[in-house]
């Protein structure tokens, strides 16, 4: 997992085609904000998710993919994320292979780890990496979000 600001996401990057791709589309959306959906980047192996959408209560399940690392950008407003390893959790989805995704409930006693992402920020989590976004700090408010999804296996 990563959280950073969005310039400095090149750093992370180096020669990774598809990681530049989404820095670029993240900075041209900047400039030329575009309507929610859908944006291939790279067919499969790179594309995004603009959204629009209101905080909710952290009591929702982690979320974990298999062959997808998700970079989480926060273009306006703040939302927890919340990590933690799959041995701290217990499956209540499986895998969706065609979705590739996969939903977790945390166990009794489980202190995760609570990450809030403002405007400007990102975070990467890596597949494997149970995660939990979208979650509201103190109120639900309006988040403006890209999520780009990078094909790893």
């Known amino acids: 997992m990563i959280i950073d600001n969005i310039q400095n996401l090149p750093r992370y990057a180096g020669d990774n085609e598809t990681l530049l791709l989404a820095y670029d589309f993240i900075m041209n959306y900047k400039k030329h904000p575009l309507a929610c959906g859908r944006y291939e980047l790279d067919g499969n192996r790179c594309f995004a998710f603009v959204q629009k959408y209101e905080t909710v209560s952290p009591k929702k399940d982690y979320e974990a993919h298999e062959r997808y690392l998700d970079l989480q950008y926060v273009v306006c407003g703040t939302e927890k994320m919340y990590w933690t390893s799959h041995g701290n959790l217990r499956c209540t989805v499986p ?51 890209i999520v780009v999804k990078i094909l790893i296996k």
């Open 95 to 145: 895998m969706d292979t065609q979705k590739d995704i996969a939903f977790f409930a945390e166990k009794d006693g489980v202190a995760p780890c609570e990450l809030t992402v403002q405007a400007d920020e990102f975070a990467i989590f890596y597949p494997q990496e149970p995660h939990k976004p979208g979650c509201f700090t103190s109120a639900p408010e309006p988040v403006e979000k």
